[in-house]
Protein backbone atom coordinates (compact mmCIF):
# COMPACT_ATOMS: atom_id res chain seq x y z
CA UNK A 1 0.00 0.00 0.00
CA UNK A 2 1.27 3.43 -0.66
CA UNK A 3 2.04 5.46 2.30
CA UNK A 4 1.15 9.18 2.49
CA UNK A 5 3.64 11.98 2.35
CA UNK A 6 3.89 14.72 4.47
CA UNK A 7 3.97 18.31 3.07
CA UNK A 8 4.89 20.90 6.05
CA UNK A 9 5.09 24.78 6.18
CA UNK A 10 5.72 26.72 8.95
CA UNK A 11 5.08 30.28 10.11
CA UNK A 12 7.86 31.60 12.92
CA UNK A 13 6.51 35.10 14.45
CA UNK A 14 9.38 36.17 16.06
CA UNK A 15 9.66 39.24 18.29
CA UNK A 16 12.21 42.05 17.76
CA UNK A 17 14.44 42.82 20.81
CA UNK A 18 13.81 46.69 20.16
CA UNK A 19 13.93 49.49 22.99
CA UNK A 20 10.71 50.79 22.11
CA UNK A 21 7.40 49.34 20.38
CA UNK A 22 6.76 48.97 15.94
CA UNK A 23 4.47 52.13 15.92
CA UNK A 24 4.84 53.90 18.80
CA UNK A 25 6.81 54.97 21.53
CA UNK A 26 6.37 52.96 24.47
CA UNK A 27 8.49 49.92 25.81
CA UNK A 28 8.60 46.81 24.28
CA UNK A 29 8.23 44.96 27.28
CA UNK A 30 5.83 43.17 28.60
CA UNK A 31 6.99 40.90 31.50
CA UNK A 32 5.90 43.11 33.59
CA UNK A 33 2.34 44.12 35.74
CA UNK A 34 -0.23 44.47 32.93
CA UNK A 35 -1.10 47.60 31.06
CA UNK A 36 2.49 49.18 32.25
CA UNK A 37 3.93 49.57 28.59
CA UNK A 38 0.95 51.51 27.13
CA UNK A 39 0.33 54.59 24.89
CA UNK A 40 -2.58 56.31 22.52
CA UNK A 41 -1.14 54.44 19.68
CA UNK A 42 -1.09 50.51 21.01
CA UNK A 43 -4.67 51.19 22.22
CA UNK A 44 -6.32 52.22 18.64
CA UNK A 45 -7.12 55.93 20.09
CA UNK A 46 -8.61 57.60 17.23
CA UNK A 47 -6.72 60.32 15.40
CA UNK A 48 -3.20 58.98 16.11
CA UNK A 49 -1.01 58.47 13.48
CA UNK A 50 2.20 55.21 13.87
CA UNK A 51 5.76 55.95 13.40
CA UNK A 52 8.03 53.57 12.19
CA UNK A 53 10.55 52.52 14.42
CA UNK A 54 14.07 52.52 12.59
CA UNK A 55 15.81 49.79 14.96
CA UNK A 56 12.94 47.64 14.10
CA UNK A 57 13.64 47.72 10.65
CA UNK A 58 17.16 47.38 11.08
CA UNK A 59 16.56 44.07 12.86
CA UNK A 60 14.40 43.04 10.20
CA UNK A 61 16.46 43.49 7.51
CA UNK A 62 19.71 41.73 9.42
CA UNK A 63 16.90 38.80 9.66
CA UNK A 64 16.26 38.90 5.81
CA UNK A 65 19.91 38.76 4.66
CA UNK A 66 20.56 36.11 6.76
CA UNK A 67 18.24 33.90 5.50
CA UNK A 68 19.41 34.94 1.99
CA UNK A 69 16.16 36.93 0.77
CA UNK A 70 15.92 39.01 -2.00
CA UNK A 71 15.97 42.76 -0.26
CA UNK A 72 12.92 44.91 -1.46
CA UNK A 73 14.39 48.38 -1.68
CA UNK A 74 11.39 49.87 -1.31
CA UNK A 75 8.51 48.41 0.95
CA UNK A 76 5.16 49.92 2.17
CA UNK A 77 2.84 48.21 4.75
CA UNK A 78 -0.55 47.34 4.98
CA UNK A 79 -3.55 46.76 7.35
CA UNK A 80 -4.83 43.44 7.86
CA UNK A 81 -8.46 43.70 8.72
CA UNK A 82 -10.24 41.73 11.28
CA UNK A 83 -12.24 42.09 14.41
CA UNK A 84 -11.21 41.25 17.74
CA UNK A 85 -10.77 42.59 21.58
CA UNK A 86 -7.20 42.17 21.54
CA UNK A 87 -6.71 44.52 18.31
CA UNK A 88 -8.67 47.58 18.93
CA UNK A 89 -8.19 49.57 16.20
CA UNK A 90 -9.73 46.91 13.99
CA UNK A 91 -6.45 46.02 12.16
CA UNK A 92 -3.35 44.98 12.34
CA UNK A 93 -0.37 47.05 10.33
CA UNK A 94 2.00 44.36 8.54
CA UNK A 95 3.13 43.54 5.21
CA UNK A 96 1.46 42.07 2.86
CA UNK A 97 2.38 42.80 -0.61
CA UNK A 98 6.20 44.62 0.10
CA UNK A 99 7.55 41.72 2.40
CA UNK A 100 11.25 43.57 3.37
CA UNK A 101 12.10 40.11 2.16
CA UNK A 102 11.68 37.46 -0.15
CA UNK A 103 12.72 34.02 -1.91
CA UNK A 104 15.59 33.29 0.73
CA UNK A 105 16.87 29.89 2.09
CA UNK A 106 18.03 28.33 5.57
CA UNK A 107 20.40 25.50 5.41
CA UNK A 108 19.85 22.32 7.64
CA UNK A 109 21.69 19.45 8.05
CA UNK A 110 19.56 16.02 7.70
CA UNK A 111 20.68 12.68 7.97
CA UNK A 112 24.38 13.97 6.75
CA UNK A 113 23.39 15.98 4.51
CA UNK A 114 22.54 19.30 4.10
CA UNK A 115 19.34 20.36 2.75
CA UNK A 116 17.72 24.33 1.51
CA UNK A 117 14.47 24.88 3.25
CA UNK A 118 13.08 28.14 0.81
CA UNK A 119 11.68 31.46 2.87
CA UNK A 120 8.88 32.28 1.18
CA UNK A 121 8.80 35.58 2.98
CA UNK A 122 9.75 37.71 5.99
CA UNK A 123 7.77 40.52 6.73
CA UNK A 124 7.47 43.19 9.50
CA UNK A 125 4.31 43.60 11.45
CA UNK A 126 3.00 44.39 15.07
CA UNK A 127 1.27 42.03 17.96
CA UNK A 128 -1.51 42.10 19.75
CA UNK A 129 -2.38 42.73 22.90
CA UNK A 130 -2.44 39.71 25.09
CA UNK A 131 -5.73 37.73 26.00
CA UNK A 132 -6.19 35.66 29.70
CA UNK A 133 -9.44 33.44 29.60
CA UNK A 134 -11.01 32.74 32.42
CA UNK A 135 -15.03 31.51 32.19
CA UNK A 136 -17.00 33.98 30.23
CA UNK A 137 -14.57 37.20 30.89
CA UNK A 138 -11.37 37.81 28.90
CA UNK A 139 -8.71 39.72 30.46
CA UNK A 140 -6.65 42.37 28.00
CA UNK A 141 -3.06 43.25 28.52
CA UNK A 142 -1.90 45.54 25.98
CA UNK A 143 1.65 45.84 27.03
CA UNK A 144 2.46 43.30 24.17
CA UNK A 145 -0.18 45.21 21.37
CA UNK A 146 2.50 46.90 18.88
CA UNK A 147 5.46 44.83 20.20
CA UNK A 148 7.25 44.61 16.66
CA UNK A 149 7.54 41.36 15.06
CA UNK A 150 9.19 39.69 11.81
CA UNK A 151 6.90 36.64 10.38
CA UNK A 152 8.91 34.37 8.51
CA UNK A 153 7.19 31.66 5.91
CA UNK A 154 8.75 28.86 4.48
CA UNK A 155 7.78 27.62 1.31
CA UNK A 156 6.20 23.71 1.74
CA UNK A 157 9.39 22.50 1.86
CA UNK A 158 9.44 20.04 4.77
CA UNK A 159 8.89 16.30 4.39
CA UNK A 160 8.93 15.11 7.86
CA UNK A 161 8.58 16.43 11.52
CA UNK A 162 12.62 16.06 12.10
CA UNK A 163 13.46 18.65 9.46
CA UNK A 164 10.79 20.83 10.32
CA UNK A 165 12.24 20.62 13.96
CA UNK A 166 16.23 21.23 12.69
CA UNK A 167 14.41 24.09 10.54
CA UNK A 168 13.07 25.49 13.88
CA UNK A 169 16.58 24.99 15.38
CA UNK A 170 18.53 26.60 12.73
CA UNK A 171 16.50 29.65 12.15
CA UNK A 172 16.64 30.11 16.34
CA UNK A 173 20.20 30.07 16.29
CA UNK A 174 20.74 32.54 13.53
CA UNK A 175 18.44 34.67 14.84
CA UNK A 176 19.59 34.49 18.43
CA UNK A 177 22.95 35.32 17.48
CA UNK A 178 22.41 37.80 15.36
CA UNK A 179 20.98 39.34 18.46
CA UNK A 180 17.96 40.00 16.55
CA UNK A 181 15.11 38.13 18.96
CA UNK A 182 15.59 36.37 22.43
CA UNK A 183 13.57 33.14 20.70
CA UNK A 184 12.18 32.13 23.90
CA UNK A 185 9.72 30.23 23.07
CA UNK A 186 8.57 29.56 26.47
CA UNK A 187 7.87 33.18 26.89
CA UNK A 188 6.08 33.96 23.59
CA UNK A 189 8.38 35.36 22.10
CA UNK A 190 9.01 33.11 19.36
CA UNK A 191 6.25 31.13 18.23
CA UNK A 192 4.81 28.45 15.58
CA UNK A 193 2.03 27.76 13.24
CA UNK A 194 2.92 24.67 11.41
CA UNK A 195 0.79 23.40 8.03
CA UNK A 196 0.50 20.38 7.66
CA UNK A 197 -1.11 18.42 4.26
CA UNK A 198 -0.41 15.04 3.09
CA UNK A 199 -1.19 12.89 0.32
CA UNK A 200 -0.11 9.90 -1.98
CA UNK A 201 0.30 11.25 -4.85
CA UNK A 202 2.49 14.33 -6.04
CA UNK A 203 -0.13 16.24 -5.62
CA UNK A 204 -0.39 18.16 -2.11
CA UNK A 205 -3.32 17.53 -0.04
CA UNK A 206 -5.70 19.92 1.71
CA UNK A 207 -3.50 21.39 4.60
CA UNK A 208 -4.26 22.45 7.98
CA UNK A 209 -2.80 25.03 10.46
CA UNK A 210 -1.74 24.38 14.10
CA UNK A 211 -1.22 27.36 16.24
CA UNK A 212 0.94 28.87 18.53
CA UNK A 213 3.11 25.75 19.29
CA UNK A 214 5.19 26.31 22.83
CA UNK A 215 8.21 24.10 21.93
CA UNK A 216 10.27 22.91 19.21
CA UNK A 217 9.99 19.10 20.68
CA UNK A 218 5.98 19.77 20.43
CA UNK A 219 6.21 21.18 16.93
CA UNK A 220 7.31 17.55 16.13
CA UNK A 221 5.05 15.90 18.38
CA UNK A 222 2.11 18.07 16.69
CA UNK A 223 3.01 17.93 12.85
CA UNK A 224 3.16 13.36 13.90
CA UNK A 225 -0.31 14.07 15.78
CA UNK A 226 -2.40 15.81 13.06
CA UNK A 227 -0.44 14.02 9.84
CA UNK A 228 -2.11 11.08 11.95
CA UNK A 229 -5.26 12.34 12.09
CA UNK A 230 -5.17 13.70 8.69
CA UNK A 231 -4.88 9.89 7.80
CA UNK A 232 -7.44 8.45 9.78
CA UNK A 233 -9.60 10.70 8.39
CA UNK A 234 -8.85 9.89 4.64
CA UNK A 235 -8.87 6.17 5.32
CA UNK A 236 -12.04 6.37 6.87
CA UNK A 237 -13.80 7.83 3.76
CA UNK A 238 -13.34 11.71 5.09
CA UNK A 239 -11.64 14.63 3.54
CA UNK A 240 -9.86 17.07 5.10
CA UNK A 241 -10.77 20.68 5.67
CA UNK A 242 -8.87 23.85 5.36
CA UNK A 243 -8.78 25.08 9.44
CA UNK A 244 -7.17 26.03 12.19
CA UNK A 245 -6.17 23.80 15.30
CA UNK A 246 -4.23 23.59 18.35
CA UNK A 247 -1.79 21.56 19.86
CA UNK A 248 -2.62 20.34 22.88
CA UNK A 249 0.46 18.85 24.88
CA UNK A 250 -1.47 17.11 27.65
CA UNK A 251 -3.58 15.20 24.86
CA UNK A 252 -0.62 14.94 22.44
CA UNK A 253 -3.09 15.58 19.77
CA UNK A 254 -4.72 19.13 17.68
CA UNK A 255 -7.46 20.07 18.28
CA UNK A 256 -9.77 22.40 15.92
CA UNK A 257 -10.11 26.03 16.67
CA UNK A 258 -11.96 27.67 13.76
CA UNK A 259 -11.90 27.12 9.73
CA UNK A 260 -9.55 29.27 8.02
CA UNK A 261 -10.05 32.99 7.36
CA UNK A 262 -8.28 33.34 4.14
CA UNK A 263 -6.92 36.15 2.54
CA UNK A 264 -10.05 37.95 1.18
CA UNK A 265 -11.85 37.42 4.69
CA UNK A 266 -8.58 39.79 6.44
CA UNK A 267 -9.84 42.51 3.39
CA UNK A 268 -5.99 43.91 3.21
CA UNK A 269 -5.22 46.70 1.88
CA UNK A 270 -2.16 49.46 2.07
CA UNK A 271 -1.53 51.69 5.25
CA UNK A 272 -2.10 55.45 3.78
CA UNK A 273 -1.07 56.69 7.18
CA UNK A 274 2.63 55.17 6.86
CA UNK A 275 4.69 56.67 3.74
CA UNK A 276 6.85 54.45 1.73
CA UNK A 277 9.62 52.99 3.14
CA UNK A 278 13.12 52.72 1.17
CA UNK A 279 16.39 50.90 2.14
CA UNK A 280 19.27 52.42 0.07
CA UNK A 281 22.71 50.32 -0.96
CA UNK A 282 24.57 52.01 1.83
CA UNK A 283 22.19 51.28 4.41
CA UNK A 284 21.51 47.15 3.18
CA UNK A 285 25.74 47.71 3.06
CA UNK A 286 26.33 48.63 6.56
CA UNK A 287 23.63 46.50 8.21
CA UNK A 288 25.31 43.16 6.44
CA UNK A 289 28.67 44.50 7.70
CA UNK A 290 27.46 44.74 11.10
CA UNK A 291 26.41 40.99 11.46
CA UNK A 292 28.24 39.17 14.11
CA UNK A 293 30.35 36.20 13.66
CA UNK A 294 27.37 33.11 13.16
CA UNK A 295 27.87 30.44 14.09
CA UNK A 296 28.35 28.43 11.22
CA UNK A 297 32.02 30.21 11.18
CA UNK A 298 32.30 29.87 14.80
CA UNK A 299 32.38 26.32 14.29
CA UNK A 300 34.24 26.13 11.50
CA UNK A 301 36.65 27.97 14.16
CA UNK A 302 36.55 25.75 16.70
CA UNK A 303 36.88 22.87 14.80
CA UNK A 304 40.09 23.88 13.09
CA UNK A 305 41.30 24.33 16.80
CA UNK A 306 40.74 20.81 17.23
CA UNK A 307 37.57 20.87 19.56
CA UNK A 308 35.45 17.98 19.71
CA UNK A 309 31.89 18.01 17.82
CA UNK A 310 30.46 17.63 20.99
CA UNK A 311 32.33 20.68 22.79
CA UNK A 312 31.10 22.44 19.80
CA UNK A 313 28.20 22.14 19.92
CA UNK A 314 28.06 22.90 23.63
CA UNK A 315 30.00 25.68 22.76
CA UNK A 316 27.57 27.10 20.20
CA UNK A 317 24.60 26.28 22.27
CA UNK A 318 26.37 28.39 25.60
CA UNK A 319 25.88 31.68 23.47
CA UNK A 320 28.00 33.89 26.14
CA UNK A 321 30.67 31.11 26.07
CA UNK A 322 30.81 31.43 22.11
CA UNK A 323 31.14 34.97 22.29
CA UNK A 324 33.65 35.00 25.55
CA UNK A 325 36.30 33.08 22.68
CA UNK A 326 36.01 35.44 19.93
CA UNK A 327 38.15 37.64 22.60
CA UNK A 328 41.23 35.44 21.71
CA UNK A 329 42.65 33.95 18.70
CA UNK A 330 46.46 33.41 19.91
CA UNK A 331 45.22 30.74 22.70
CA UNK A 332 44.75 27.15 22.86
CA UNK A 333 41.19 27.38 22.22
CA UNK A 334 40.71 23.71 22.80
CA UNK A 335 41.86 24.23 26.37
CA UNK A 336 40.29 27.95 26.77
CA UNK A 337 36.95 25.68 26.11
CA UNK A 338 37.34 22.88 28.10
CA UNK A 339 37.87 25.14 31.45
CA UNK A 340 34.75 27.32 30.11
CA UNK A 341 32.44 23.90 29.73
CA UNK A 342 33.92 22.53 32.61
CA UNK A 343 35.04 23.72 35.66
CA UNK A 344 34.28 27.77 35.52
CA UNK A 345 30.67 27.05 33.83
CA UNK A 346 30.06 24.31 37.21
CA UNK A 347 31.61 26.95 39.33
CA UNK A 348 29.15 29.25 37.73
CA UNK A 349 26.30 27.65 37.84
CA UNK A 350 26.55 26.74 41.48
CA UNK A 351 26.86 30.27 42.71
CA UNK A 352 24.56 31.11 40.32
CA UNK A 353 26.44 33.37 38.13
CA UNK A 354 26.64 34.43 34.67
CA UNK A 355 30.74 34.85 32.94
CA UNK A 356 29.75 38.55 33.04
CA UNK A 357 29.41 38.84 36.82
CA UNK A 358 32.92 37.23 37.38
CA UNK A 359 36.14 39.41 37.22
CA UNK A 360 37.90 36.78 35.22
CA UNK A 361 39.30 39.42 32.98
CA UNK A 362 40.71 38.17 29.16
CA UNK A 363 44.35 38.81 30.46
CA UNK A 364 44.02 36.52 33.23
CA UNK A 365 42.19 34.16 31.47
CA UNK A 366 45.05 34.38 29.11
CA UNK A 367 47.53 33.82 31.57
CA UNK A 368 46.39 30.56 32.58
CA UNK A 369 45.27 28.87 29.23
CA UNK A 370 49.15 29.36 28.67
CA UNK A 371 50.55 28.20 31.28
CA UNK A 372 47.98 24.85 31.36
CA UNK A 373 49.19 24.54 27.11
CA UNK A 374 53.18 24.89 28.14
CA UNK A 375 52.36 22.37 31.39
CA UNK A 376 53.45 24.61 34.01
CA UNK A 377 50.95 24.29 36.11
CA UNK A 378 48.49 20.87 36.33
CA UNK A 379 45.55 21.23 36.32
CA UNK A 380 45.05 20.86 39.96
CA UNK A 381 46.54 24.00 40.86
CA UNK A 382 43.78 25.98 38.25
CA UNK A 383 41.07 23.76 40.07
CA UNK A 384 42.39 25.02 43.98
CA UNK A 385 42.38 28.78 42.65
CA UNK A 386 39.92 29.02 40.49
CA UNK A 387 37.18 30.77 42.92
CA UNK A 388 40.16 33.54 43.17
CA UNK A 389 40.67 34.06 39.55
CA UNK A 390 36.68 34.53 39.16
CA UNK A 391 36.18 36.25 42.25
CA UNK A 392 38.84 38.42 42.84
CA UNK A 393 40.77 41.46 40.97
CA UNK A 394 44.33 40.10 41.38
CA UNK A 395 46.13 38.72 38.44
CA UNK A 396 47.48 34.45 37.84
CA UNK A 397 50.92 35.15 39.91
CA UNK A 398 49.59 37.75 42.72
CA UNK A 399 46.80 34.52 43.59
CA UNK A 400 49.65 31.68 43.45
CA UNK A 401 51.49 33.51 45.98
CA UNK A 402 48.80 34.06 47.94
CA UNK A 403 47.76 30.46 48.29
CA UNK A 404 51.06 29.08 48.67
CA UNK A 405 50.46 27.28 46.48
CA UNK A 406 54.29 25.96 44.76
CA UNK A 407 54.22 23.73 41.58
CA UNK A 408 57.26 21.14 42.06
CA UNK A 409 59.94 21.94 39.54
CA UNK A 410 63.10 20.97 41.07
CA UNK A 411 64.19 18.18 39.19
CA UNK A 412 66.25 16.35 41.04
CA UNK A 413 63.77 16.08 43.42
CA UNK A 414 61.05 14.70 40.68
CA UNK A 415 63.86 12.62 39.44
CA UNK A 416 63.83 10.90 42.62
CA UNK A 417 60.06 10.28 42.60
CA UNK A 418 59.50 9.11 39.06
CA UNK A 419 62.24 6.81 39.33
CA UNK A 420 60.36 5.46 42.91
CA UNK A 421 56.93 4.61 41.27
CA UNK A 422 58.98 3.12 37.93
CA UNK A 423 60.59 0.83 40.42
CA UNK A 424 57.48 -0.07 41.77
CA UNK A 425 55.90 -0.15 38.22
CA UNK A 426 58.25 -2.24 36.50
CA UNK A 427 55.35 -4.34 34.38
CA UNK A 428 53.98 -0.89 33.02
CA UNK A 429 57.21 -0.07 31.97
CA UNK A 430 57.51 -3.29 29.75
CA UNK A 431 53.45 -2.72 28.44
CA UNK A 432 54.47 0.86 27.45
CA UNK A 433 57.77 -0.35 25.22
CA UNK A 434 54.95 -3.06 24.03
CA UNK A 435 53.18 -0.13 22.61
CA UNK A 436 50.75 0.81 25.08
CA UNK A 437 50.89 4.27 25.21
CA UNK A 438 48.29 4.77 27.89
CA UNK A 439 50.37 3.81 30.27
CA UNK A 440 52.30 6.99 30.21
CA UNK A 441 48.96 8.47 31.45
CA UNK A 442 48.86 6.23 34.11
CA UNK A 443 52.48 6.67 35.21
CA UNK A 444 51.65 10.50 35.10
CA UNK A 445 48.65 9.80 37.41
CA UNK A 446 50.90 7.62 40.08
CA UNK A 447 53.62 11.01 40.26
CA UNK A 448 51.04 13.43 40.24
CA UNK A 449 49.45 11.66 43.19
CA UNK A 450 52.57 11.51 45.06
CA UNK A 451 53.39 15.08 44.47
CA UNK A 452 49.81 16.02 45.55
CA UNK A 453 49.07 17.26 42.03
CA UNK A 454 52.16 19.85 42.56
CA UNK A 455 54.53 18.97 40.34
CA UNK A 456 55.27 20.94 36.92
CA UNK A 457 53.68 18.40 34.01
CA UNK A 458 55.63 19.05 31.28
CA UNK A 459 58.47 18.27 33.37
CA UNK A 460 57.36 15.37 34.60
CA UNK A 461 56.60 14.32 31.44
CA UNK A 462 60.34 14.82 29.83
CA UNK A 463 61.97 13.49 33.16
CA UNK A 464 59.46 9.86 32.72
CA UNK A 465 60.59 9.51 29.25
CA UNK A 466 63.64 9.72 29.40
CA UNK A 467 64.30 7.54 32.58
CA UNK A 468 61.57 5.14 30.62
CA UNK A 469 64.05 5.06 27.76
CA UNK A 470 67.18 4.16 30.17
CA UNK A 471 65.69 1.17 31.21
CA UNK B 1 -25.35 64.28 -22.65
CA UNK B 2 -24.25 67.27 -20.59
CA UNK B 3 -27.19 66.64 -17.66
CA UNK B 4 -28.70 63.40 -16.14
CA UNK B 5 -32.70 62.42 -16.81
CA UNK B 6 -34.90 64.02 -14.01
CA UNK B 7 -36.21 59.79 -13.91
CA UNK B 8 -32.39 59.54 -13.05
CA UNK B 9 -32.16 62.25 -10.50
CA UNK B 10 -35.41 60.65 -8.58
CA UNK B 11 -33.78 57.28 -9.21
CA UNK B 12 -30.44 58.60 -7.12
CA UNK B 13 -32.68 60.35 -4.24
CA UNK B 14 -34.38 57.22 -4.33
CA UNK B 15 -31.33 54.99 -3.57
CA UNK B 16 -30.02 57.45 -1.16
CA UNK B 17 -33.72 58.19 0.79
CA UNK B 18 -34.05 61.86 0.08
CA UNK B 19 -36.38 64.27 -1.05
CA UNK B 20 -35.72 66.80 -4.05
CA UNK B 21 -37.58 69.15 -4.60
CA UNK B 22 -38.16 70.15 -8.72
CA UNK B 23 -36.00 72.83 -8.60
CA UNK B 24 -33.21 70.79 -6.71
CA UNK B 25 -33.86 68.39 -9.44
CA UNK B 26 -32.64 70.95 -12.12
CA UNK B 27 -29.73 71.15 -10.19
CA UNK B 28 -28.87 67.94 -9.56
CA UNK B 29 -29.08 66.83 -13.39
CA UNK B 30 -26.23 68.91 -14.01
CA UNK B 31 -24.10 68.63 -10.52
CA UNK B 32 -24.76 64.76 -10.69
CA UNK B 33 -23.60 64.47 -14.45
CA UNK B 34 -20.46 66.38 -13.41
CA UNK B 35 -19.51 63.65 -10.68
CA UNK B 36 -20.13 60.97 -12.82
CA UNK B 37 -17.88 62.45 -15.07
CA UNK B 38 -15.34 62.60 -12.84
CA UNK B 39 -15.78 59.23 -11.90
CA UNK B 40 -15.21 57.92 -15.13
CA UNK B 41 -11.64 58.79 -14.58
CA UNK B 42 -11.10 55.84 -12.66
CA UNK B 43 -11.24 53.97 -15.69
CA UNK B 44 -8.87 55.81 -17.11
CA UNK B 45 -5.72 53.87 -14.31
CA UNK B 46 -4.07 51.26 -15.91
CA UNK B 47 -4.31 48.74 -13.29
CA UNK B 48 -2.33 46.71 -11.66
CA UNK B 49 0.88 46.82 -12.40
CA UNK B 50 1.29 50.42 -12.15
CA UNK B 51 3.17 51.37 -8.47
CA UNK B 52 0.28 51.76 -6.41
CA UNK B 53 -0.15 54.50 -4.29
CA UNK B 54 -0.21 54.07 -1.00
CA UNK B 55 -0.28 58.00 0.61
CA UNK B 56 -1.40 60.85 -1.01
CA UNK B 57 1.68 62.48 -0.43
CA UNK B 58 5.26 61.93 -2.46
CA UNK B 59 7.32 62.12 0.68
CA UNK B 60 9.03 58.99 1.68
CA UNK B 61 9.11 57.27 5.78
CA UNK B 62 11.90 59.11 8.29
CA UNK B 63 11.87 56.14 10.57
CA UNK B 64 11.64 57.33 14.62
CA UNK B 65 15.00 56.46 16.87
CA UNK B 66 14.25 53.27 19.13
CA UNK B 67 13.75 55.59 22.18
CA UNK B 68 10.69 55.91 24.91
CA UNK B 69 8.77 58.56 25.34
CA UNK B 70 4.80 59.31 25.51
CA UNK B 71 3.85 56.39 27.48
CA UNK B 72 0.51 56.81 29.64
CA UNK B 73 -0.80 55.74 32.63
CA UNK B 74 -3.47 53.29 32.74
CA UNK B 75 -5.38 55.00 35.85
CA UNK B 76 -5.54 57.84 33.01
CA UNK B 77 -7.21 55.70 30.24
CA UNK B 78 -9.33 53.91 32.54
CA UNK B 79 -12.07 56.38 32.17
CA UNK B 80 -12.47 55.09 28.87
CA UNK B 81 -12.97 51.65 29.77
CA UNK B 82 -15.80 50.07 30.81
CA UNK B 83 -14.99 47.14 32.70
CA UNK B 84 -11.70 46.44 34.27
CA UNK B 85 -10.19 43.78 36.79
CA UNK B 86 -7.23 45.30 37.94
CA UNK B 87 -4.60 46.41 36.06
CA UNK B 88 -6.48 44.59 33.13
CA UNK B 89 -9.12 45.35 30.34
CA UNK B 90 -12.36 43.16 31.08
CA UNK B 91 -14.41 42.12 28.02
CA UNK B 92 -16.71 39.22 26.83
CA UNK B 93 -14.96 36.05 26.07
CA UNK B 94 -14.91 35.53 22.81
CA UNK B 95 -12.26 31.97 21.88
CA UNK B 96 -15.13 29.71 19.83
CA UNK B 97 -13.55 27.13 20.74
Known amino acids: ?471 | MDKLSKEEVLHVADLARIYVSDEEIENYKIELKQLLSDVEKIKDVKGYDDEILISPTDSFLTPREDVEKDTVEFNDIKKNIPNTFGNFVEVPVMINE
Not at chain 1, 224 to 239: D, P
Not at chain 1, 409 to 428: F, G, M, Q, R, Y
Not at chain 1, 459 to 467: C, D, G, P, R
Open chain 1, 1 to 471: MTEYKKTIGIEVHCELKTNTKMFSTSLNGYQTIANKNICAIDLGYPGTLPIVNKYAVELALKAAILLNCKINRTMHFDRKNYFYPDLPKGYQITQARTPIGVNGYVEIEIDGKTKKIGIHDIHIEEDTAKSIHKEDKSYLDFNRAGVPLIEIVTEPDMKSSSEAMAYLEKLKEILYYADISDCKMEEGSMRCDVNVSISKTEKLGVRTETKNIGSISSVGLAINEEAKRQEEVLENGGSIKEETRRYSELENKTILMRVKETGNDYRYFPEADIPYLTLTEEYIEKVKNDIPIMPNERRKIYKKHEISEINIEKIIQDKTISDYLLNFDDINLKIASNLLLGDIKAYLNKENKKLSDTKLTIEKFKTVVNKLDKGEIPNKVFKDILANLLETEKTFDEIVKDNNIETISDTKALLEIVNNILNNNEPSIIEYKNGHDRILKFLMGQIMKETKGSANPSLVNKILLEEISKR
